[in-house]
Each structure stands twice: as structure tokens, then as C-alpha cells.
């Protein structure tokens, strides 16, 4: 026989898994709602304690925990220490937290993140309040809920402990040899499709989603399936326990760490000549070795993510934006890379301000034009194109963008809406922006490229798009082909044009 132990999210209790345990029930399960200590003080170990105190009592040589939003974190915390009791965890919308993550991290809601962030601002009282009825749409999509439902969720819902958002998730890694499942709610816009096409962009960090033991489900609700569809979330769990749901196929061998693979750029077999290099800061500068009288036009090359701020090596030391950097060199102007830390869907407004922090000290740098200068995006900074797209300063001279993801992707409502480059392009105006579009492209980032194409179109934006038919999402390290080098060439040379437009060039 299986058991549920089905815990709860931000500010709900086992009241709200009613409709869902009738049906668990009613197929011959066992059931048990966790209710999670609500009281002041009451921090991440003392729900993971409330999870494991239910583990411990349950009998049933089958046991499955289930985490909806927050409470993945105390199932993930009780998995890691009973990960021999334990059959199978379901991620119901929710994330994927690690050892040192605080719950805080996720939190959906902007301003109580802000407000949770800062000790200083922290309720006096250690709880936050719940949301009001209108504001739930904060915490998750509510598709599916009537008015009952959401009254529902309003009357019954408790304030949640500070401590239990702010205090660091603790992990031995027990808990990964337990089979998983992820149930995703795509009405808030994340899919099977769309994790799939973050596992096959090459991050080390999501590879274990590629397992087998690893099945995931779509359900065409909100956030809050007990609620919205009990009968279908009931369903699912019966077949997640039994082992069903979707695989990812493991991304192809040439794609997994080829972030630190040689760019066909700057390949062992034919280096780049030697170029001088600076680094001050977050700012790596490659400069030409003979650049003759007077400054020169640069390029900014601004690395994709969110990446984990753990990345070792970080990303302005992978090949394939040294090869980026020395190529500029090469070509007799200079190259730039930026430090920024895009590392989560939150960061991109810092991420943005360190950007443009780094263009104001590439343009005062001796060795720079600062009246040339292009910006080159590549993969999810893609969405960082554009405020340089909807208000270009006349020192800009081209926007270019390799594979880039150009509006968020299903899952990325975190993302603020100022950076939805598909919008910006209306900005534009004559500024010359080159696309490198990878032919091979995972669907879900293919999209966002077609609707920007789209628009720039309709917008009559200077748009020049250089296909790499048998191109990945990361085609310099991953596919290594001639095709791509003739690509990154041509694409290149459309920057450069722009870079030179009106001025001889005074390097090679």
C-alpha cells in the first residue's frame, strides 16, 4: 500500500489537501495532511521535524512525501535524513532547492522578498501576514480558482514564520537517491518542455533531471491545484507513485559542461595571435596588440544565465567569452567581458545595473572609443538587450545577440517586466542589430526568438539575422563546426561595419 504525506505551502495547512486525500483515499491510499507550525520563531528545521515526526509514525512500506511551494523545503530536508523510508518526492510547483538555499529565495511575491531580505524590515512580530483575497496572484497563478476557492484560501490561511523562509536549508545529499517527480502547473507558464530546454542549455546544476528515476507531469491549472482540480491532482500522484511521467532524454554528449570546452573561436589547433589583457574589476578587457594612433571602437560581450553564483570557473573565464574577447582583438578592436550576477530570475535589475556599470568603464578605458561602442548578448542575458534597446544612446553602435532568449520563458514570471526585448525593439529606432539564430534551437527559446524577429519586423527596426542551421544553443563550444565559424565571422564582420561606419579602421 502507498502513503501520502502531502505537505502544504506558504500559509496553508493539511485543510487545504481535503478534496485531493478523499480521492487518494477513496483509491486505497493513505493519506496524512501535514499541518506545519505556524507559531513565532518557527523555522525551516522545525517543519522539517513536523515532516519527519509523520514519516517516522507511518507504517506503509511505501512512502511518498509531496511538496507544494514552500513546504518543498522541510520535504526535501526530511527525504535527506529518512532517505531509506522514503519511496518517491513529488515537487508539486515548486522548486528545486539545495543545501545553503533559504525558502526566501523563491518567494514569489517581490515585495515580501524585498521586505524578508532585510533583517532591518523583518515584521517586529516574526510572521508575515497572509495575503488578502486579491492578493494571492503574488504568491502564483491563480487560473482555476472561483470565488469560493479563493475564499477559501483567504479565510483559512495563517501568517507564515519568518524564520521559516530566511533560515538555510541543510543537506547531505542523501535525498538524491531518492526517484523524484515534478507536477507543474503551466498555467503559471513552467512545462515538462520548457525544464527540458533548460536541461539541454548544458547546466551542470539541472543535469539530474535527465534521469530516469525522474518523471514529470503537466496539469493545466494555477498554482493551487487542491484547490482548482482535486480529482486530476489526485490522479497524477497515484501514477507519480507509481513510477510513471514524462523523461527527459539527456542532453547529447557534446552539450554536457561544454561551457568550458574550447571555442571553435579560439580552437587549441589555431590559436588567436596573443593580445594583451586587463582585468579591473568585473571588467576583463582583450586588447589588439597593435592598435595604432588614438583609442578604438569596443564590443562588450554579455555572458547569458541565470547561473548558480557558485559557477567554477565563472563565466567570463569559459572559452567561450575568452575566445569571444580575443577574437575582438584579433579583428583590431576591443574586446570586453562582464562579471555580472545574473544568478537567479530576480537578479535581473542588478544584473542590468552591473552591465551598464561595466559599459561606463569600458567607455573612460584609454584604450576605447568611448563613442563606439556595440553591446553582444548571448543565451538568457539576451533579456538584458533591452533597455540598450528601447532608449539607445548615440554612443551605441550596434546590439548584437547569439542565441538569446529574447522574453521569458515559460516559468519566468519572476522576471521583471521592463526586460522584454520583443517590447523594446519599438525603441530602436536605426540602431543595427545582428541576430545569431541557432537552427537547432530548443522550441522554447525558438519562440521568444520568432516573436522578436516579429516585431523588430513590424517595428521597422535595422535587424540582420545570421542563421546557424545546424547550430545548438551554444554552438561555438558545442557543435565546433565550420559552419559556425563562418557564422560568428559573418556576424562579426555586420558588427564591426557598424563599429567603423564613418572612420578608417587603425588595426589590422
Request: aromatic share 6%.
Amino acid at each position: 500500500m502507498v502513503a501520502f504525506v502531502l505537505v502544504p505551502g506558504h500559509f496553508t495547512g493539511g485543510w487545504i489537501w481535503r478534496e485531493t486525500g478523499e480521492r487518494l483515499r477513496a483509491a486505497g491510499a493513505e493519506v496524512y495532511g501535514a499541518t506545519l507550525d505556524a507559531r513565532p520563531g518557527a523555522g525551516l528545521g522545525t517543519h522539517i521535524g513536523d515532516v519527519l515526526r509523520l514519516v517516522d509514525a507511518v507504517a506503509d512500506p511505501e512512502l511518498v512525501l509531496v511538496g507544494h511551494d514552500y513546504g518543498i523545503h522541510p520535504v526535501v530536508g526530511a527525504a535527506d535524513r529518512r532517505a531509506g523510508r522514503v519511496s518517491r518526492v513529488v515537487h508539486l510547483d515548486a522548486g528545486l532547492p539545495v543545501d545553503g538555499d533559504r525558502a526566501l529565495q523563491l518567494v514569489p511575491d517581490r515585495r515580501a522578498r524585498e521586505l524578508l531580505a532585510d533583517p532591518g524590515t523583518r515584521p517586529a512580530d516574526g510572521l508575515l501576514p497572509a495575503p488578502g483575497r486579491q492578493q494571492w496572484r503574488r504568491w502564483g497563478s491563480t487560473a482555476g480558482l472561483g470565488r469560493a476557492e479563493l475564499g477559501r484560501l483567504s479565510d483559512l490561511a495563517t501568517a507564515q514564520p519568518v524564520a521559516s523562509l530566511v533560515e538555510p536549508l541543510r543537506l547531505s545529499g542523501a535525498f538524491r537517491s531518492v526517484p523524484t517527480s515534478g507536477i507543474l502547473c503551466t498555467a503559471g507558464g513552467l512545462s515538462t518542455e520548457a525544464v527540458e530546454a533548460m536541461v539541454h542549455s548544458g547546466l551542470e546544476r539541472l543535469r539530474f533531471l535527465a534521469d530516469p528515476r525522474v518523471g514529470f507531469f503537466d496539469l493545466d491549472t494555477g498554482h493551487w491545484p487542491m484547490l482548482s482540480c482535486p480529482r486530476e491532482l489526485a490522479d497524477v500522484l497515484l501514477r507519480a507513485a507509481a513510477g510513471e511521467g514524462r523523461r527527459i532524454a539527456p542532453p547529447p554528449a557534446a552539450v554536457a559542461g561544454a561551457f568550458t570546452r574550447a571555442s571553435v573561436l579560439d580552437p587549441p589547433e589555431r590559436p588567436l595571435p596573443p593580445c594583451g589583457h586587463e582585468r579591473a574589476g568585473s571588467l576583463d578587457l582583450y586588447l589588439p596588440p597593435d592598435a595604432g594612433p588614438g583609442p578604438v571602437p569596443a564590443v562588450l560581450f554579455v555572458h547569458g544565465g541565470p547561473l548558480p553564483a557558485d559557477t567554477r570557473p565563472g563565466p567570463r573565464d569559459w572559452p567561450l567569452y575568452v575566445g569571444y574577447g580575443r577574437y575582438a582583438a584579433s579583428l583590431g578592436v576591443v574586446g570586453a567581458t562582464v562579471a555580472h550576477g545574473l544568478h537567479d530570475l530576480y537578479a535581473y535589475p542588478r544584473a542590468a545595473g552591473e552591465v551598464a556599470a561595466a559599459v561606463a568603464a569600458l567607455r573612460a578605458h584609454p584604450r576605447v572609443d568611448g563613442g563606439r561602442i556595440a553591446l553582444w548578448f548571448f543565451s538568457g542575458g539576451g533579456l538584458l538587450a533591452a533597455d540598450w534597446l528601447a532608449a539607445p544612446p548615440p554612443w551605441l553602435r550596434c546590439v548584437a545577440a547569439s542565441y538569446p532568449v529574447l522574453a521569458p520563458l515559460p516559468g519566468w514570471e519572476a522576471v521583471e517586466a521592463r526586460f522584454r526585448p520583443a517590447r523594446a525593439v519599438a525603441g530602436a529606432g536605426g540602431l543595427p542589430i545582428v541576430l545569431v539564430r541557432a537552427g537547432l534551437e530548443a522550441a522554447a527559446v525558438a519562440r521568444t526568438v520568432a516573436g522578436f524577429v516579429a516585431a523588430a519586423a513590424g517595428s521597422g527596426a535595422a535587424l540582420e539575422v545570421v542563421d546557424v542551421p545546424q547550430g545548438h544553443h551554444g554552438f561555438e563550444v558545442v557543435d565546433r563546426t565550420e559552419e559556425v565559424r563562418e557564422a560568428v565571422g559573418r556576424a562579426a564582420a555586420a558588427v564591426l561595419r557598424q563599429l567603423w561606419a564613418g572612420r578608417e579602421p587603425s588595426g589590422p
